[in-house]
C-alpha cells in the first residue's frame, strides 16, 4: 500500500504542458520513440506527482512486525500521442505498436537497476479511473517490491507447475478457446477472454496463445507488435461502447536479477509464469461490483459480459462498420 499526503491539484492549469507546441512548459523528455512518416512522438517524462522517487535506497527496516521502507523507485509517464484528443481504441494500430514497443524498452532499461524488483505499465482510462493528467498517457512504475496482487499470481502459478508441470494460463487459455463461452476476441497469436472468476462485469484479459513468461523480452525478440496492437484496439473500442472508465496493467515477470532476490526462488519462472494484459473496467453506474476482504462480487457473468463485447463494433470508425452490418441485412 502507499500512502501519501497529495496536496489537492491546483484548479485546471491553464494549457496542457504535453500537447504540440507547449513543449516549452513541457519538462525534459527521458526518452522518445518518433512516429513513423509523421511529426509527433512518443514520449517519456518523469511523472510530475511521483508515486516513487529515483534515488538513495529502499532502506527496508522492521518496525514492529511491518517492514518500514522509503518509496524509492521509477515513476514515469508515458505520453502516447501529441493529441490531446487521441484514443487507443481508435489510434492508428502501428502507433500502438510503437507504444508497445516503448512499455517494453521502458521496462527492460528500468529492470537493470538491480533495486527494482517489479517494474510495470499500467493506464488509468477516465476519471472515475484516476486518471489525473488529461493528456492520454500511460504510467510505468518500478518498485523495490512486488505488487501485492502480482505475488499472489506468481506464487499461484510457481504451485501450478510444481503439481502438473504445465503453465496455468496456457492450460486455461486451451480451455477456454475449446469452450468458446469466454472469448472475445482470437488472432493468430493472442487471445482476449472475460476471466472465469472476473472480478468486476466485462474484466478482460489479452494472452498471448504461445508461453512466454516475459512481456518485454518476447516483444523485443519479436520485433514487431502490430498483431498485439491490433487485438488490444479492438478490445478497447469494443469495452469503450460499455463504459469509458478502466484500469490496464500489464502483468510480466518479476525482476529475477534484482539483488535481494533468494537463489533459485524464481527457478521455473520461465516455464511456470505466462505474461499477459489484464483491462478491469469501471462500470459502476450499471452494477454493485464490490470486493470485501477479497472476496469479490461481480453482477455480470464473464459468460454474458463476453458475448456482448464480441457483438459490439470494433473497427476504428464505428459507423463504417454499422453501415456494413445494415448491408448484409
Ligand atoms: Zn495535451
Ligand atoms: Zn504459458
Ligand atoms: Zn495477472
Known sequence: MLIGDAEPAPPSAPACAYCTGNEGSSPQAIYSLPFENRPGAIRVFAHPRPLYTIDGKADRRAEGIYDKMRTVGAHELIVESPDHESHLSRADEHDIAHLLRCWALRIDDLKKDLRFKYVTVFKNQGDVAGQEIKHPHSELTASPFIPRRILYELRSSQEYYSRKERCVLCDIGRQEEQQGLRVVDISGNFLALCPFASRVPYELWIVPRYHHSSFEADLLSRGEAMELAGILRRCLARLEQV???????????????????????????????????????????????????????????????????????????????????????
Not at 246 to 271: D, F, I, K
Not at 277 to 288: F, G, N, S
Open 243 to 329: 463504459t469509458d472508465a478502466y484500469h490496464l496493467v500489464l502483468h510480466t515477470s518479476p525482476n529475477t536479477n534484482s539483488r535481494r532476490e533468494v537463489p533459485g526462488y524464481w527457478a521455473t519462472l520461465e516455464e511456470d509464469y505466462h505474461w499477459h494484459i489484464e483491462i478491469l473496467p469501471i462500470t459502476q453506474t450499471q452494477t454493485k461490483s464490490y470486493s470485501i476482504k477479497e472476496a469479490y462480487y461481480c453482477s455480470t457473468s464473464p459468460e454474458s459480459a463476453a458475448a456482448r463485447l464480441k457483438d459490439l463494433p470494433s473497427s476504428r470508425d464505428p459507423l463504417s462498420q454499422r453501415s456494413l452490418e445494415f448491408q448484409r441485412k
